[in-house]
């Protein structure tokens, strides 16, 4: 299962970077890669639900690894297409407060969840059964 997981993960990233290539207005290219991701986590869930897992290190690994490159991707192009779609079109000023506000919302995230950060920067394996299993 590793290897297919890692082949639509290529797949997809060449995907993501024919769309940003190949579409002129950022707007529809956010929106199509949100698109494209989505489909392909839904892909990956009727996959698990058929498949299962061979063994605990394999959901981990994919818990860990595969959904997280994919997820993140996701929400980027999600945050993206908000603050770009809700970024005031006034002057500069109103714009900077703008994306100040929307920095301090992502530091206020990353301070909330720092425990858990640190945990996956540092390729931490000591609790992976408690975030990583399905259930827990």
């Given at each position: 299962m590793?290897?297919?997981?890692?082949?639509?993960?290529?797949?997809?990233?060449?995907?993501?970077?024919?769309?940003?290539?190949?579409?002129?207005d950022v707007l529809q290219t956010f929106e199509l890669c949100i698109k494209l991701l989505k489909g392909t986590l839904k892909k990956l869930r009727e996959s698990v639900i058929s498949n299962g897992f061979n063994s605990k290190q394999e959901e981990i690994n994919f818990f860990k690894n595969t959904k997280p490159k994919i997820f993140s991707k996701l929400i980027f192009y999600i945050k993206q297409f908000k603050i770009k779609s809700k970024c005031p079109k006034?002057?500069?000023?109103?714009?900077k407060i703008y994306l100040n506000q929307e920095i301090k919302?992502?530091?206020?995230?990353?301070?909330?969840n720092f425990e858990f950060y640190l945990y996956f920067k540092r390729n931490d394996t000591a609790i992976d059964q408690y975030y990583f299993i399905s259930g827990n």
């Open positions: 590793k290897e297919s997981n890692e082949k639509i993960i290529h797949i997809l990233e060449h995907e993501l970077e024919v769309l940003e290539s190949e579409t002129e006034g002057c500069s000023s109103s714009q919302f992502l530091q206020d995230y990353l301070t909330e």
